[in-house]
C-alpha cells in the first residue's frame, strides 16, 4: 500500500475527518486505501495556530501532534484535477516509522 506524505495539522484534520480534500499540483489515477504520513516538515506557529482553530482542533496543541509516522489509512476515492477526495479515515492503532524514505508526495513506507 501507498503512503501519501501531508504536513500536520492537515494529516490530523484528515484522520478526524475533517478535511476530505486533500490539494496537489496534479491529478492521480490511484484509487482505493492509502496511509496517511505525518511529514516532519512545520509551518510558522502563527500558520499552524491559524490551520488549528480553522479545522476546529482544540483537544490538542499542534506541537504534540505526530510526525514522521503512519498516523492511519484513508480512502482516496475521487479525484477532479488537483482535488483529491478521501473518506473513511481509521486511525493507527500504533504509530509505525516508515521503513523507506519518506518522498514529498507518494511512497512506499514497508
Partial sequence: MRALSIRQPHAEAIMRGVKTTEYRNAPTRIRGRIYI????????????????AQYGISDVSCDDLPRGVIVGTVELYDCDGGEWYVRSPER?????KPKNHPQPVWFNPF
Fill in 37 to 52: 504520513y505525518a511529514a516532519l516538515g512545520r509551518y510558522s506557529a502563527a500558520k499552524e495556530a491559524e490551520m488549528m
Fill in 92 to 96: 493507527a492503532k500504533t504509530l509505525r
